[in-house]
């Protein structure tokens, strides 16, 4: 993962740069912002692989900024913060945030949350660019195509906008169909298992994903809950 770019966005200057200089220790190409404007402004000149966002920055905060991001990019996104509120946890991840620590954080454990989500980002994206055969890069289901190597997902023809962390978990249940996994099991498989398993996480996740590819969220046709154990996959696999 060579040429890696990350931007860190925080108002703390300790936690710039202490941030800054582990991640140069991993060979990436770091840049700092003091405010969400800064983040902006540098997003808008450069091309990031990860961003990294304190929730409580001057001028235009983490959550706005993540929001406008969203927008523009499905590169994985995480969020900092000094609460440590449940609603904070859903509110930064329901506007796109892939995960989210609270300060103070084990710089360790920050990092290799960070490589997990730069390793199934971008190896995800090389491994669809690397398939010369085009249908092998499409998941097809009656209503639903999933293309890996244009990092999109269609529903009835419609292009979904998907977070990367959206992408990847409607990747692992296509994979999977009619499968049943515990919130614990889509966790290890999805974030990886480098750091805590956290269900809140997965439960959230889901309900944007249904929000976004569902018909009627409340009455899943993708993602079923299996009451009781967890969720699965139920698409109808197209032959065509």
């Given at each position: ?8 966005a925080?108002d ?10 582990y991640?140069?220790?991993?060979l990436y190409?770091v840049?700092?912002a003091?405010?969400g404007?800064?983040?902006?402004r540098l997003?808008e000149?450069h091309k ?6 304190d929730?409580?920055m ?7 900024v993540?929001?406008r991001l969203?927008?523009?990019?499905n ?18 991840l329901?506007i ?5 620590m609270?300060k103070p954080?084990s ?10 989500h730069?390793?199934r ?8 660019d690397g398939?010369?055969?085009s ?12 293309d890996l ?6 529903i ?12 990847e978990l ?6 999977h169909?009619?499968q049943v ?5 889509i966790f ?10 956290d269900?809140n996480?997965v439960?959230?996740h ?6 976004k590819?569902e018909?009627?969220p409340?009455a899943p ?15 109808e696999k197209?032959?065509?």
């Amino acid at each position: 993962m060579g040429n890696i770019r990350v931007l860190v966005a925080d108002d703390e200057k300790e936690i710039r740069d202490l941030v800054k200089k582990y991640l140069e220790r991993e060979l990436y190409q770091v840049d700092t912002a003091v405010d969400g404007e800064e983040a902006l402004r540098l997003f808008e000149s450069h091309k990031y692989d990860l961003i990294l966002l304190d929730l409580m920055m001057p001028k235009i905060d983490g959550i706005e900024v993540c929001r406008r991001l969203r927008n523009l990019t499905n590169i994985p996104i995480l969020m900092l913060t000094a609460k440590d509120q449940e609603i904070d946890k859903i509110l930064g991840l329901g506007i796109g945030a892939d995960d989210y620590m609270t300060k103070p954080f084990s710089i360790n454990e920050l990092v290799a949350r960070i490589k997990a989500h730069l390793r199934r980002f971008l190896v995800l994206g090389s491994e669809a660019d690397g398939g010369a055969d085009s249908e092998a890069s499409l998941i097809r289901y009656k209503g639903l195509a999933i293309d890996l190597k244009q990092y999109t997902a269609t529903i009835e023809g419609d292009v979904i906008a998907l977070t990367a962390k959206e992408f990847e978990l409607l990747k692992f249940f296509a994979f999977h169909p009619d499968q049943v996994f515990t919130k614990s099991q889509i966790f290890r498989q999805v974030w990886g298992s480098a750091y805590l398993e956290d269900d809140n996480t997965v439960m959230v996740h889901i309900r944007k994903l249904r929000k976004k590819i569902e018909a009627d969220p409340s009455a899943p046709r993708w993602i079923q809950t299996v009451w009781g154990i967890g969720y699965k996959f139920a698409g109808e696999k197209d032959e065509a």
